[in-house]
């Protein structure tokens, strides 16, 4: 395991210097959605990852590829992205090994973005903590780098969908100083991702909400 967490550092560090260093020559690599036990609906959202991948090739200058691979939480094949993405609306379940896998992937220089999509909240935030049992979930301040990539949200995560009327938030696990878990809650980030004709919501929303994940997928690739 240990040289897997060092492949994916290096892996980590390569892409953060073209992405950092030069505008016309990216590394092509894939991003992934994570399939997790429970009965949860992982699998939700399914054009939300394509459109956010298609907004950042064109806005912020990477190169990644059209379509997210499917990783299981226990597989050894998570460390060969640089980002993950997690999503749904129940209940979730971490084997002790899928723990292991995932907190060794975080620490190695991974990044996993949760996203809430109504429901999963009380499920999710358990299985954070024994991921990192010696952290909190905190509220990120509205400073925080990752609302200042290409696109400043000087207010936080824009508002997708109403549910409980709630104010999105922000939540976060730092390890070490680096932001390795980012948790958005109230905000239904992955939906403003979907096909228009999905949930049909004003054009500015759904920008406001591929701006903020072109945020998200920009401070993954440079905080190694």
């Known amino acids: 395991m240990k040289n897997i967490k060092s492949s994916v550092q290096a892996m980590l560090i390569f892409m953060g210097m ?10 092509s690599y894939k991003i992934a959605k994570l399939k997790y ?11 939300s990852l394509p459109n956010l991948i298609a907004f950042c090739n064109k806005n912020i200058g990477v190169n990644i590829a059209p379509e997210e691979d499917i990783i299981e939480a226990g597989s050894a094949d998570l460390f060969l992205h640089p980002f993950v ?16 896998n995932l907190r060794n992937y975080l620490i ?13 909240d009380k499920f999710i935030r358990p299985e954070i903590k024994k991921i990192f049992p010696e ?27 109403e ?7 922000g939540y976060g696990i730092l390890y070490k100083g680096r932001l390795v878990l980012f948790y958005t809650y109230e905000c239904d980030l992955g939906n403003g991702w979907e096909d228009k004709q999905v949930y049909n919501d004003p054009e500015e ?9 072109a945020n998200i997928i920009s401070y993954a690739l440079t905080s190694y």
């Open 108 to 120: 190695g220089g991974g990044f996993l973005h949760i996203d809430d999509n109504y429901g999963m």
């Open 37 to 47: 036990q429970g009965g949860g609906d992982w699998y939700a959202n399914k054009t």
């Open 163 to 169: 549910h409980d009327g709630k104010t999105p938030k």
């Open 18 to 27: 073209f992405f950092l260093t030069s505008s016309t020559f990216q590394p």
């Open 85 to 100: 993405h997690m999503t749904g609306h129940g209940n979730v379940v971490f084997s002790s090994v899928e723990i292991q």
């Open 135 to 161: 952290s909190e979930l905190i509220e990120l301040p509205f400073s925080h780098p990752i609302y200042h990539q290409k696109y400043n949200f000087n207010n936080g995560l824009p508002k997708v969908h």
């Open 205 to 213: 929303i759904r920008t406001k909400a591929l701006q903020m994940g």
